[in-house]
């Protein structure tokens, strides 16, 4: 049987004949027998109908400063599938999932930053970087609490917490409370709604905005 549970075209070896079974198991069970305490959404989008957004930004140096008013980015559905791949707009514009174990990013042990795939708001560092097991990119938290946003999500028959990008709505994964102390929380990420970028070259996330 094809594992077919997840987006995308990777070819692992990971291929259980139950896949969406093990993976659930995987995801919710095993590997973190204190899930079933739904995280509660944090940051809500308050102020969605707002045309701004408050967030930390990169400057020309490569410094993270902020937080800085900027405008949202808000684009039509048209617009975000020419600036993406398919695999990308199914998962960051249509709340998808990679297939576990065949992002790009799980593996990725560089310093650096994980920016949004669709506007290039930094999201997480790679000090925040942790190898959890389920086969996605794990953070503990992200790089500024106002650029990641929390929404109730009860897709699937189950209660989980949703994470986006703050200025652009980008669906990011998921964000649950049995992560590694002390912040206890378990950021999990598809590879598709990032960007990475080594820290050597921050100052090319630089906006405008900055200054
Ligand atoms: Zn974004």
Known sequence: MA???????????FKPKYAAFFNYLIHNFWLYPNYGIARQPQFV???????MVKVHVFNRSGELVGPIDAPRAELSD????????????QIARDKGTERAFCGTL??????????????????????AKFNSGTGWPSFFQPIA???????????????????????????LGHVFEDGPSPMRLRYCLNSASLKFTPSTDLAALADPLAG
């Open 3 to 13: 594992y077919s549970w997840g987006i995308g075209s990777c070819t692992t070896k």
């Open 45 to 51: 989008f308050a102020e969605k109908v707002d045309a």
């Open 78 to 89: 048209e617009e975000w599938q020419r600036q993406l791949t398919p695999e990308q707009y």
């Open 106 to 127: 799980l593996d990725n042990k560089q310093q650096g930053v994980y920016a949004c795939i669709c506007c290039g708001l930094p999201l997480f560092s790679s000090d």
């Open 145 to 171: 609490a106002e650029n990641v946003a929390e929404e109730r999500d009860a897709s699937y028959g189950m209660i989980r917490t949703e994470i986006l990008c703050a200025r652009c709505d980008c669906h």
